[in-house]
């Protein structure tokens, strides 16, 4: 059979991998605030948006990056040993290719894969004791369904992504949109409904056949009438708590969040269970991608750090973590540290860590003399993305047991009860501990000045020998 032929032009295209480049998401948006929010333009967005573009060293060496022009070497090669850039426009109004850098993503997933961290489903973490939720990985089969996956079929299974929106983050606008997208749908529905209604009243029909003893080969499919269709239709109108499941059915929507307790005693459309993947998606929505993103395909944390000296280590070569901002207060209240580990901004952890080796330098305040800024290290124990597509990264304070091997200690500056590194033991000389009358902590009496001081050893024995000598 022979094969269609194309023009050269689409050959091309086909060809091409510049139009196999995916279209630019969506800028994410913070949530509306009456407060004022001031950002900047320039800042690192959570997640990419544009796809990060490279190209080999004999194209970079010309300026070839596959686009309509080479871009400059000032601007690409010059400035960077490894550039990757990301394209705003092919081609503007000025005949030019609006690109910038994309090192800030690339270098962050760089980072991240450094830490050998698995990817798990949030979870919400209690950082007053020290109980670490359990890891799970979502490429699980029984967690890792969309709703076109077959793994949806298999009991107690779950999924991270449904059919339709998630009502709650709707706005006015859209949720209008998606009603009458609904009704349009509407005797695609009723069908549906229908058959739910058949397969319930078959299997009640079955279970009550088998606890008699009857055949249940012999049994014919049940046959639902106009007339029942409707009663059942207006007993569900009449009832919400059987409603809601229903509708949430038939339309795949995820489950909303719980109730609050003091709407319990009135009349609402109540939810079946979630179906999510992780409990915290039925909170703040489903995610907009893989619970993974794409940062990390390991699905364990059995991985054995093997020192070349000292062998097998409990834990990994703790990471180095800079203080953001210390604690305080922040825009009226009290905040947390923030410190930054492998290029994401992660919140400081429980103090409870820090009782047996105290606090690192420049945690509680901002300390200026700290030569490079704050920093201390910490060992990282758990690695999510949210529903919005945000990295949440979780660590403890690198124990003394994890940064031994290594060599590596946090920075202690010296306090006035701080033991002086002189007078430790490995210090040759002991400094003395009394101090010249000048420098005295305490400031003498009044009638020190009229006190005599106290005569030499040399003139005592002195006036001694002419005491003996004249009584001769």
């Known amino acids: 059979m022979a094969t269609a032929r194309i023009s050269p032009t689409a050959n091309l295209l086909r060809k091409s991998r510049l139009f196999a480049l995916p279209q630019a998401l969506k800028t994410p948006q913070d949530p509306p605030s009456s407060r004022s929010v001031f950002e900047s333009n320039t800042a690192t967005l959570p997640h990419p948006i544009r796809a990060a573009i490279v190209t080999p060293p004999k194209s970079l060496a010309r300026g070839d990056w596959g686009l309509k022009r080479p871009l400059p070497a000032k601007a690409t090669s010059d400035k960077s040993a490894r550039p990757v850039v990301r394209i705003q426009a092919l081609d503007t109004y ?16 760089e980072k991240f894969q450094e830490l050998h961290m698995p990817m798990s489903l949030p979870s919400k973490v209690n950082y007053a004791t020290s109980i670490v939720p359990r890891h799970q990985s979502p490429f699980e089969t029984h967690v890792d369904n969309t709703e076109t996956s077959k793994g949806r079929e298999v009991p107690g299974s779950k999924q991270f992504r449904h059919a339709g929106p998630w009502l709650v983050g709707q706005t006015e606008a859209e949720f209008q ?7 349009r749908q509407k005797p695609e529905l009723l069908q549906k409904l229908r058959e739910r209604l058949e397969a319930k009243l078959f299997a009640e029909a079955r279970k009550q056949a088998q606890d008699n003893g009857g055949d249940l080969e012999g049994l014919a499919p049940v046959k639902v009438t106009d007339e029942e269709f409707q009663a059942h239709v207006k007993s569900l109108r009449e009832d919400p708590f059987a409603l809601g499941p229903a509708v949430f059915e038939l339309l795949d929507l995820p489950s909303p969040p719980a109730v609050p307790s003091e709407r319990i005693g009135q009349k609402y459309y109540q939810s079946p269970g979630t179906q999510l993947s992780a409990a915290e998606y039925a909170v703040s929505g489903p995610p907009m991608t893989h619970p993974s993103a794409g940062l990390s395909y390991t699905r364990s944390h059995a991985l054995t750090y093997n ?5 097998p280590q409990a834990y990994q070569r703790p990471v180095q973590a800079r203080i953001l901002r210390p604690k305080g207060r922040f825009k009226g209240q009290s905040s947390k540290a923030i410190a930054g580990v492998g290029g994401i901004a992660v919140e400081d952890l429980n103090a409870m860590t820090f009782v047996d080796q105290g606090t690192p330098s420049g945690l509680t305040s901002f300390d200026s003399t700290i030569p490079g800024g704050a920093k201390y290290y910490v060992t990282p124990i758990r690695a999510s993305v949210d529903s919005k597509g945000r990295i949440g ?9 994890a940064k031994a091997p290594y060599g590596i200690e946090d920075l202690q500056k010296e306090s006035a009860t701080s033991i002086s ?4 033991r490995d210090a040759r000389f002991v400094p003395r501990l009394d101090r010249d009358l000048n420098q005295a902590r305490f400031r003498p009496s009044r009638d020190y000045k009229q006190r ?3 005569q030499a050893t040399e003139d005592v024995a002195r006036s001694l020998m002419q005491n003996l000598s004249s009584k001769q």
């Open 94 to 109: 000025e005949h030019v290719t609006d690109f910038e850098s994309a090192a800030d993503h690339t270098m962050t997933l």
């Open 177 to 183: 949109a998606y009603l009458k997208q609904v009704r």
């Open 452 to 454: 005599k001081p106290k």
């Open 421 to 424: 590194s002189a007078a430790r």
């Open 307 to 311: 020192h070349p000296q000292h062998g």
């Open 393 to 401: 990264l979780y660590s403890y304070r690198a124990s003394a047991t």
